[in-house]
């Protein structure tokens, strides 16, 4: 049976997803590697990131708010400045440093444009953000078949979302719910959400060193802040077992949030 691997926002911290694939002793002939998205913005090494596992054929990953601005950018040179100034312009210098052509920015952007919302497995659901409280197990069916755009709108992050896609890109009110309930003993309903699956999320970052696992909620958020001062985490999503990097301001001295 192929072990099933999942790993949180990793923001071009290369370094950290090799460290932590060495660590869990990753063999793409007998593991399946996914990710809750925001492989985009923030560490150098955003161009190796994608290089590495576009060349991966186990590699299954959702759409994370800063990959459909880095998707956008790829598409059409679209540097919004929300984008750059919260990690876009160090994609941006990935891509410049490494020389990559036109051609292969096409290529990688097509590519990305295949990258799902939601993916629904027999007993878990994986999505960027989190169903919110509007989205029901409908609702996520749905848009798990969705066809993406080449060119997708991304809005702000900061005003109540307009589509179903925007809602998982962006949304953290389900996890608040989660962490709340996790703080005070207790189990709400949390909106239209069905939690007969496990879910496994990323977005908001969480801590630096601990994945956030509610058996309550059945909910997994694995930020665990690679892309500032936290590790990456890779987590086994039957065992719940997982494996961590090293923190990625020490895997890349001089750099950190105050850089973007």
């Known amino acids: 049976m192929r072990r099933r691997l999942i790993f949180g926002d990793l923001h071009g911290s290369y370094k950290a997803l090799k460290q932590c694939l060495e660590r869990a002793e990753f063999r793409e002939d007998r593991d399946n590697l996914y990710s809750v998205g925001d492989i985009a913005d923030g ?37 919004p400045d929300i984008w750059t100034s919260q990690g876009g312009s160090k994609s941006i210098a990935s891509f410049e440093r490494n020389g990559i052509s036109e051609k292969e920015r096409k290529e990688l952007a097509n590519w990305m444009s295949t990258w799902p919302y939601v993916i629904i497995l027999d007993d878990a659901v994986i999505m960027h953000g989190g169903p919110g409280v509007s989205l029901s197990y409908m609702d996520i069916e749905r848009l798990s078949e969705k066809k993406r755009e080449l060119i997708e709108p991304v809005p702000d992050g900061c005003h109540m979302p307009s589509r179903m896609a925007d809602t998982i890109l962006w949304d953290r009110d389900y996890f608040r719910c989660c962490q709340y309930d996790e703080k005070e003993g207790r189990k709400l309903p949390i909106g239209l959400w069905s939690e007969s699956k496990w879910l496994f999320t990323g977005h908001t970052e969480y801590g630096k060193t601990e994945p956030f696992v509610s058996e309550k909620h059945r909910f997994v958020n694995l930020d665990t802040m690679a892309g500032s001062y936290g590790c990456l985490t890779l987590m086994d999503m039957d065992t719940f077992e997982y494996w961590q990097s090293d923190l990625s301001s020490e895997l890349y001295p001089g750099y950190g949030p105050e850089y973007w």
């Open 43 to 79: 560490y150098p090494d955003v161009y190796e990131c994608l290089s590495f596992l576009r060349g991966l054929l186990s590699f299954y990953p959702v759409i994370g708010n800063h990959d459909v601005w880095l998707q956008n950018w790829l598409s059409s040179v679209s540097a």
